[in-house]
């Protein structure tokens, strides 16, 4: 494995006290969305190798590597693998194997920097081994519409998350994207529901990130109640109003069955007059759902590599100190920043695989 900066030299690169950066490594952070395999895909880019960071100044790509991920002290994350949806509908199931496969290959490539989890349990002893945790998802399920038996037919039952739609609509729903002018329907469709269905039987996180609000509440109705629902990588309408935010009543949704909210890294997203202009900004959308809902269903879902701009002072994997540096300046206590980092969303996870 490759040697992590110590914590008193990463505080003093990142100007912030030692405490945070040990206070980060101590708890089990993990990001709801990471896509890191974007990179991969699209430029060859060697996620196992560490890189300068700010390489395009903090814009779309570029924002991680597993080395700065393990100096950021994250110990997990739902690494997606997003669907190409102008491909014909038996091409997105073969490309997406054949990703599974390559992702596969990196993890067995790493030296034991990464490993693969599918529940708290499995989560558990990576994080013993002192890896990193791959929670494999999928960004956009019409990768899943020629899939032979449908969510079990993912190699290896690695699954763990489907974001519904992504920022084209499908066979399944319509998109929050403004791209949904183009439908007038914006319900989830039957085939839509009857996937949530297929989720829940093979206790796969549904995932109601860039959907649109109908079809929200189409999900909220079909989902099975015993089931946590997340909104893996988002911000917050009270906040910032755009079609890509959540509004207070899907927040309380989203509580009421026992998820969590992921806030996303997108300055775009975040954003507001008379708010923080630098990374600071996350902690707001954070505070208005713990406002709307409590401290028990906010996590952190950056979108690293997702042709994302993050604010200031959040451009690097390496940088989620300064995170906590700031949650520690406003006075938050360590229960609440560790519930954010990751325990709320191992207690979710717990809900469907102890």
């Not at 496969?101 to 693969?116: E, K, M, N, P, T």
């Not at 109601?208 to 929200?216: E, I, K, S, Y």
């Not at 709307?292 to 690293?304: N, Q």
Request: aromatic share 8%.
């Amino acid at each position: 494995m490759t040697a992590i900066i110590a914590s008193a030299d990463l505080a003093r690169e990142l100007g912030i006290p030692t405490a945070a950066v040990e206070l980060t490594r101590d708890a089990d952070l993990i990001d709801l969305h990471l896509e890191a395999f974007i990179t991969h895909r699209l430029f060859g880019y060697d996620i196992l190798a560490r890189h300068r960071p700010d390489v395009l100044g903090g814009r779309f790509f570029g924002h991680l590597d597993v080395p700065r991920l393990r100096d950021g002290g994250v110990a997990g994350g739902m690494w997606s693998i997003t669907t190409n949806p102008f491909r014909p509908r038996p091409a997105r199931w073969r490309v997406f194997e054949d990703n599974v496969r390559r992702l596969q290959a990196i993890v067995d490539r790493s030296g034991g920097s990464l490993r693969f989890a599918r529940s708290v349990a499995e989560y558990r002893e990576v994080r013993a081994a002192g890896a990193h945790a791959c929670f494999l998802s999928i960004q956009g399920a019409d990768a899943l519409a020629a899939a032979p038996s449908g969510v079990a037919s993912v190699p290896g039952g690695l699954l763990v998350r489907v974001t519904l739609v992504h920022l084209t609509s499908s066979l399944y729903g319509t998109t929050s994207s403004p791209l949904s002018r183009l439908r007038r329907d914006h319900h989830l469709t039957t085939a839509g529901k009857d996937l949530v269905r297929d989720l829940n039987a093979n206790r796969v996180f549904v995932d109601l990130a860039h959907l649109h609000p109908a079809g929200f509440w189409d999900a909220v109705a079909v989902h099975d109640k015993s089931q946590p629902l997340v909104v893996t990588h988002t911000g917050i309408a009270g906040v910032c109003k755009s079609w890509r935010n959540i509004d207070d009543r899907q927040i309380k949704a989203v509580a009421d069955s026992g998820g969590t909210i992921g806030i996303i890294f997108q300055m775009p997203f975040l954003a507001a007059a008379g708010h923080p202009t630098d990374g600071r900004i996350v902690l707001d959308h954070m505070e208005h759902i713990i406002k709307v809902a409590g401290e028990d269903f906010v996590s952190v879902g950056s979108d690293y590599d997702g042709v994302v701009v993050p604010p200031p002072g959040l451009t690097s994997a390496h940088q989620y100190p300064r995170l906590v540096a700031w949650m520690l300046e406003r006075r938050w206590s360590e229960a609440r920043i560790k519930k954010i980092l990751g325990g709320n969303f191992l207690r979710a996870l717990g809900m469907l695989r102890p």
